[in-house]
């Protein structure tokens, strides 16, 4: 296990928890499209009952899944950074913490994909895409 700590874009919240950095994944479903407004997102999962704020406050909505799985989706009030998803029950939560959101995320690299289905056609071939350091000049 490895303690990490993450937080949303403004600091307004703030947070830490334990995860096993072989449990990360990318996932290409569309409400991940969709929420983060990318082709997909990247996650690492916490251990149960691991995940603490300890900065701020967290908002939540529930979101039904395509699976059918209801989800919370947690967020900052204040920049809309998107920071996890988990269950709607209070006890024994397990949360889906997203790696853009984690100050340790040059660490993990994710082990496998989910909803694959889904996936962005041009996503196999991401490599072959050029690549910059910074905004390239004109």
């Known amino acids: 296990m490895k303690e990490i700590t993450g937080g949303c874009h403004c600091g307004d919240v703030r ?28 996650i690492v999962i916490s251990e149960p009952n691991s995940f603490n ?4 406050l967290a908002k939540e909505y529930i979101k ?6 209801h989800r919370a989706q ?3 009030q204040n ?14 939560r397990i949360y889906g ?3 853009g959101s984690v100050d340790q995320r040059d660490e993990f690299t994710p082990k496998y994909q989910i909803w694959s289905r889904s996936a962005a056609p041009w996503i196999k071939d991401l490599a072959k895409i050029p690549a910059y350091e910074t905004t390239p000049s004109k």
């Open 15 to 42: 947070y830490q928890a334990s995860v096993d950095p072989k449990n990360v994944r990318i996932c290409h479903c569309i409400d991940c499209q969709k929420i983060s407004g990318s082709a997909f997102r990247s």
């Open 97 to 99: 913490i997203r790696l």
């Open 64 to 69: 039904v899944a395509e699976s059918g799985n």
């Open 74 to 76: 947690g967020f900052c």
């Open 53 to 56: 704020i300890t900065k701020g």
């Open 79 to 92: 920049c809309g950074s998107s920071l996890y998803a988990t269950t709607e029950a209070k006890t024994n």
